[in-house]
């Protein structure tokens, strides 16, 4: 079975100091991975994903993410956060071997400050 | 520009009421998905369909049903709706690739 952690409820950070947000995976095969943001009553937007290659991935508003096989781990970074990244934030895994289905973590819930 | 619309942002219904949730996607896409989001638990896959009268089981059916009789439409069906059956519903769509899926605006539902 996959499964997704995403070991933090919450995250403050400032705004313009780095913004990292947690995440670590399970699957039998490769993973797909995926990050979304939800702003309020809205549904969920993607941001980045990471299927191959490289292990540094660019996404969308200047979010990364790093995959790290060996931690099983796939972080969300921003070198500097803004007001408006306020929300919330999911993390998703896709097994290659179960090209349907898309699980989610809990979500993380990201509060930057003026 | 991509889009999956969902037919209602807030619907109030009784215990006891059979709900339709309807939703339409314009991308052609063979997967769709419907996802119930609950504060701690991150989205829980319903059932998903991976192509016109086809469907499968997520990991919460209990309670539910769906629909796809056209590849744009993915109706899902609360036969009896209860209590514990208040939450925001998402629908999503995707292609059978690597590619990511794309969200409705979500409709949140209250059983009263």
């Known amino acids: 079975a996959q499964s997704v952690a995403q070991p933090e409820d919450q995250v403050n950070v400032a705004e313009g100091n780095p913004l990292t947000v947690k995440c670590t995976y399970s699957?039998?095969?490769?993973?797909?991975l995926f990050w979304y943001v939800q702003y309020p009553n809205r549904g969920l937007q993607f941001l980045l994903k990471?299927?191959?290659?490289?292990?540094l991935v660019k996404g969308s508003y200047g979010f990364e993410a790093e995959f790290n096989k060996s931690q099983t781990s796939f972080h969300l970074k921003k070198p500097s956060a803004l007001v408006s990244d306020s929300a919330l934030y999911f993390c998703?895994?896709?097994?290659?071997?179960?090209?349907?289905?898309?699980?989610f973590g809990a979500g993380t819930t990201v509060t930057v400050r003026a | 520009d991509v889009k999956v619309t969902q037919s209602s942002r807030y619907l109030v219904k009784r215990t006891g009421e059979k709900v339709f949730l309807e939703c339409v996607q314009d991308m052609d896409h063979e997967n769709m998905f419907w996802y119930r989001q609950d504060p701690g638990l991150g989205l829980r896959l319903i059932y998903f369909s991976y192509d016109v009268k086809m469907k499968e089981k997520g990991d919460i059916p209990e309670g539910y049903s769906v629909s796809r009789e056209k590849k744009e439409r993915f109706s899902l069906i609360l036969e009896s709706a209860s209590t514990n059956q208040t939450s925001m519903y998402l629908c999503?769509?995707?292609?059978?690739?690597?590619?990511?899926?794309?969200f409705g605006q979500g409709t949140r539902l209250t059983v009263v």
């Open positions: 999503a769509s995707s292609t059978p690739s690597l590619a990511e899926a794309f």
């Open positions: 699957v039998s095969g490769n993973p797909y």
């Open positions: 990471y299927i191959t290659g490289d292990n």
């Open positions: 998703a895994v896709r097994d290659i071997w179960n090209d349907y289905k898309l699980s």
